[in-house]
């Protein structure tokens, strides 16, 4: 690997470090992370921004927190992928836009997916790129969006 190459990968792991620190300083008991494949709406997954956030998250708390990874167009050695969107959603005390696929614009739609039950915290959405944002969303969940999409 070429000098340019790593330093490209290290910031890398240093971006999706600190992001899975920011979803962990809310102390979630799930995390569900959207968007396994590295492109929208293809299903590359080489170099994939929500693996590397994924094992960001999991070297931070070990097994401690549950991390369900959805992506509605690939599948993944190693990591178990849903395909069900809204059981994704319901079930994450944080959930994280990391693709933009074109599916997950529809979660504006669903603000209804974040309210949980009972003692649960008010589920945060961190949307990396603002595919989902909305005001309806933004007033069922913790919305936080990184990027420009």
């Keep these: 690997m070429g000098p340019i190459a790593h330093a490209i990968r290290e910031t890398d792991r240093f971006w999706y470090a600190g992001l ?5 300083s809310g102390r979630p008991r799930s995390v569900a992370i ?3 494949a590295y492109r929208t ?3 590359i997954v080489a ?3 929500g693996i590397l956030l994924a094992r960001a998250i999991r070297r931070a708390t070990g097994d401690t927190v549950s991390v369900t990874i959805h992506d509605p167009v690939c599948e993944l050695a190693g990591w178990p992928i849903s395909h069900d969107l809204e059981g994704a959603c319901r079930n994450a005390d944080a959930i994280v836009i990391v693709t933009p696929h074109t599916e997950y614009k529809t979660i504006a739609e669903h603000p209804e997916w974040f ?3 009972g003692d649960s915290p008010v589920p945060a959405l961190f949307d990396c790129g603002g595919v989902a944002d909305s005001p309806a969303l933004r007033g069922a969940c913790r919305y936080h969006r990184f990027g420009e999409g």
Excluded at 20 to 24: F, G, M, S, T, Y
């Design 20 to 24: 899975a620190r920011a979803i962990l």
């Design 34 to 36: 959207l968007g396994a």
């Design 41 to 43: 709406d293809t299903p």
């Design 47 to 49: 170099e994939s921004p």
């Design 115 to 117: 309210r949980q039950d």
